[in-house]
C-alpha cells in the first residue's frame, strides 16, 4: 500500500515527532541527547529555520519548527540521518534507528501554536523527578522560556510564542508559565479547545512569522550573488581548477541549495562537469564560509533581503 503523501506548504509551520523502533532507546544517555541538539542547531543554522519548542525524551523528540520555507522533508532527513550515523558508529549497531517517516502536523493558528508549545513543554512531567519541575527538564526548551536556563546552542525563538500572551516581556513570561501549568492540570495540553485557549492570549493577531524565499530561478541567483560579491565573470562558476574561484563557487553552491530548492543532482545538472561528491564538498564549504567568513556571512545578509 503506498504511503500517503506528506501535507506541505511554503507557509507551513509544524509540530514534528520522531520516534525509534520499539526494541531501542533513541538516546542511550545525556550525551546522545546533547549530540542530537547540537545537529539541530547545524541545520537550524544551515537552511535558516526557527525553533519554537522542543522536548528531547528517552525514545522520541517532539519539535515545533517553522523551517522557514525550507523543505521539511529534507530538513528532517537531514538531521535524522546524521543523528542515525553517529548513533550506529557509537553503539557499533547498523540498520533503522526511527520508526518509519517522523509524523508531521500542520499548526494553523495561534491558539494551536501557543497550546502545542505547552504540550511539548509539559511532556517531561513523565519523567521520574520533573512532574511538577518540568521547567527544570535540561533537554526542554521550558526553562529557557522561563529564562531559567541557557540557550547553550541558541537554539530557540521564544518571541512567537511570548508575543501571543503580551507585548512587555517580563508579563509575557508570567502569563505563559501560568498558561502551561493550566495547560497540564487541566488536560487540556492533550486537546485543543480554541475558544479556551486563545481566552489566554492577546486578542489581536500577532505573526512572528518569517518565509524565506526557497524557489528562486537559479540564473537570477547566481547574478544577485555576482553582484553582491563583487564578480564580473560569470565563468567562475565553470572554473573547477581555480583555488580563489573554489570560494565563489562554494558560497553559490550552499545558497542555491537553500534557496532554490535543488537537490545536489539537480546542483550538478546546472553546474555541469562536476560529480556528488564534488557538489556535497562544495555546499559544505560554502556553509562553513558563511559561517567564519566575514564577507561570505554578509553577503548571505545581503542576497536573503534581496530575495
Known sequence: MPRVARVKSSESIYHIMSRSISEVNLFQNNEDKS???????????KYKCSIYAYCIMDNHVHMFINPNGFDISTFMHCLNSAYVSYFNRKYKRHGHLFQGRFASTIV??????VSLSAYIHNN?????????MEHLYPYSSYGIYLGIQNDIYKLVDKEFILSQFSKVPEKAVLLYQ????????SGMSNVID???????????????????ARNIDPDILVKKVMKVMGIQSPLVLKNKYSRKDSYIRAFIVYTMRILCGYKFREICEYIGNITMSGI?????KGYYLTIHDEHCR????????LV
Open 35 to 45: 549530540y542530537y541538539l547540537a545537529l539541530l542547531k547545524r541545520y537550524k543554522e
Open 108 to 113: 494553523d493558528s495561534n491558539a494551536y501554536a
Open 124 to 132: 517531561s512531567k513523565d519523567i521520574k523527578g520533573y512532574n511538577g
Open 178 to 185: 501560568q498558561f502551561v501549568t493550566d495547560m497540564k492540570e
Open 194 to 212: 480554541e475558544d479556551i485557549v486563545t481566552s489566554y492570549i492577546a486578542n489581536e493577531y500577532r505573526s512572528e512569522k518569517k518565509i524565506i
Open 280 to 284: 556535497t564538498k562544495l555546499s559544505m
Open 298 to 305: 554578509k553577503a548571505l545578509k545581503s542576497i536573503l533581503q
